[in-house]
Nanobody
Framework: QVQLVESGGGLVQAGDSLRLSCAAS????????MGWFRQAPGKSREIVVA????????YYIDSVKGRFTISRDNAKNTVSLQMNRLKPEDTAVYYC???????????????????WGQGTQVTVSS
């Protein structure tokens, strides 16, 4: 069993930065593929970024490429999402998710993830 706790959300202005963190409990964190999802009001949940076992194995949706960076620290059981040049359309509840995997393979769909955090609100004003 893994518990995920997100932190770092808030209210910012367009162009500002935020750093979200996700702390994971449990063992074998390095064997989990991790992802950040978001859900805006009235919209479906969507994946934002994902990372495999290795820090270089990452996936970003087009709308955040060049602005967001995902990273993980297996020694600290954390995964972070650095969000720069935020836009109003980034406003959403952001969720951290974990998937126990047997290989360094990304997970891009919500149904592939086993554990979810409670979410943290990110609001970007124009």
């Amino acid at each position: 069993q893994v518990q995920l706790v997100e932190s770092g959300g808030g209210l910012v202005q367009a162009g500002d930065s935020l750093r979200l963190s996700c702390a994971a409990s449990g063992r074998s964190f390095s064997r989990y593929a991790m992802g950040w999802f978001r859900q805006a009001p009235g919209k479906s949940r969507e994946i934002v970024v994902a990372i495999g076992w290795s820090v270089g194995n990452t996936y970003y949706i087009d709308s955040v490429k060049g602005r967001f960076t995902i990273s993980r620290d297996n020694a600290k059981n954390t995964v972070s999402l650095q969000m720069n040049r935020l836009k109003p359309e980034d406003t959403a509840v952001y969720y951290c998710a974990a998937a126990l995997t047997s290989s360094d393979r990304l997970r891009r769909s919500g149904y592939e993830y086993d554990y979810w955090g409670q979410g943290t609100q990110v609001t970007v004003s124009s």
